[in-house]
Nanobody, 129 residues
Framework: VQLQASGGGSVQPGGSLRLSCEGS????????VSWFRQAPGKEREGVAC????????YYADSVKGRFTVYRDSDKNVVYLQMNGLEPDDTAVYYC???????????????????????WGQGTQVTVSS
């Protein structure tokens, strides 16, 4: 059971990137999948969450209206489309999966790092001019 995060890179402010989180050994559709990020010297923070079985998605206030999380179930991948990138978005981005929590419970708790049993390796996103 593995998660593989990819798609990071360097962009100018206002640019876009799409991160991918691919699952192997399990079906991501049955898991809530969240994206987190960690900047140097800062704690890991939740960015976005898509709940299982195409339930609702949740976003950090700092990315609402700019980032979109969605699934391609045929490919067993969860994407994070990031538009309007800002220098403060610079961080290592991680995806994580949770099995068993419904969307009602996750509506408040999704940013809590400790409830995710599976983590992908990080992918670096750098936004600078």
């Amino acid at each position: 059971v593995q998660l593989q995060a990819s798609g990071g890179g360097s962009v100018q402010p206002g640019g876009s990137l799409r991160l991918s989180c691919e699952g192997s050994g399990f079906t991501l559709l049955y898991y809530a999948v969240s994206w987190f990020r960690q900047a140097p010297g800062k704690e890991r923070e939740g960015v976005a969450c898509i709940t299982s079985s195409d339930g609702p998605a949740y976003y950090a206030d700092s990315v609402k209206g700019r980032f979109t999380v969605y699934r391609d179930s045929d490919k067993n991948v969860v994407y994070l489309q990031m538009n309007g990138l800002e220098p403060d978005d610079t961080a290592v981005y991680y995806c994580a999966a949770n099995y068993g929590k419904g969307h009602v419970e996750l509506s408040k708790s999704w940013p809590l790092v400790g409830q995710y049993g599976y983590w992908g390796q990080g992918t670096q996103v750098t936004v600078s001019s």
